[in-house]
């Protein structure tokens, strides 16, 4: 099946900086989302992006579909921004996500 | 509701013990899906619902492992005889619509400890 890898497995930032977080994918994808999970275990939905670029404040990401990866963008972040940030992606005509191992971010003030 | 509800959010058992877990989707979402997440891994699929219809339940790892959603509405997962590997958080989500361009909104999960 699909393979999902997601570096770095960890990532520590001084409040203001800003980071590069990046999915790879094995396959060919229909479907691309990242999510961020917060301390207590809230997944929140950041992007469906199976290619091209979106921006939504501080955050934006990448598909480039073609060479199958994504990036998700942080800028000037914040203490708020910490958490576990996922990839996880859709191919063929199931609903079925297939999710990397995440990458967890600390945000120190 | 405002979003997707489960209950209960933390539940002990004790091992051979059956459990049931719910999970009420935000109101009009067709989509409902169940996925479990042990402890520093992503989470991984069990079962996929649209409307009523389980359309997808290759993710249940088990015959232990049981998922309805009888009205198209509120959906139960339940586990019989639970074992220590069953310990884990089960997360619900649903989306309004059937494609996967829809926007997926998860509940909060159940923690699930099997002792």
């Known amino acids: 099946g699909i393979q999902v890898e997601q570096s770095p497995p960890d990532l520590i930032l001084q409040e203001g900086a800003n980071s590069t977080l990046r999915c790879n994918f094995s396959d060919s994808v229909n479907n691309l989302q990242w999510f961020h999970q917060n301390p207590w275990g809230q997944l929140i939905n950041l992007f469906y992006i199976p290619s091209g670029t979106k921006q939504n404040g501080r955050l934006s990401a990448t598909t480039v579909a073609t060479e199958r990866y994504s990036l998700l963008y942080i800028s000037s972040s914040q203490t708020t921004d910490s958490g576990v940030y996922f990839c996880a992606v859709e191919a063929g005509n199931n609903r079925k996500l297939i999710w990397g191992l995440g990458t967890s971010l600390a945000v120190n003030p | 509701g405002a979003g997707v509800s489960q209950s209960p959010r933390y539940k002990v058992a004790k091992r051979g013990q059956d459990v049931a877990l719910r999970c009420d989707p935000i109101?009009?979402?067709?989509?409902l899906f169940w996925y479990q997440q042990a402890l520093g891994q992503g989470p991984e699929f069990l079962t996929y619902?649209?409307?009523?219809?389980?359309l997808d339940k290759s993710g249940l790892p088990s015959d232990r492992f049981f998922a309805e959603r009888p009205e198209g509405s509120v959906s139960t997962l339940k586990i019989q005889r639970t074992q220590q590997e069953d310990s884990a958080v089960y997360l619900c989500?649903?989306?309004w619509g059937f494609g996967s361009g829809n926007t997926i909104y998860f509940g909060e999960g159940s923690w699930l400890t099997v002792v």
């Open positions: 109101s009009g979402h067709v989509s």
């Open positions: 989500a649903s989306s």
């Open positions: 619902f649209q409307n009523e219809a389980q």
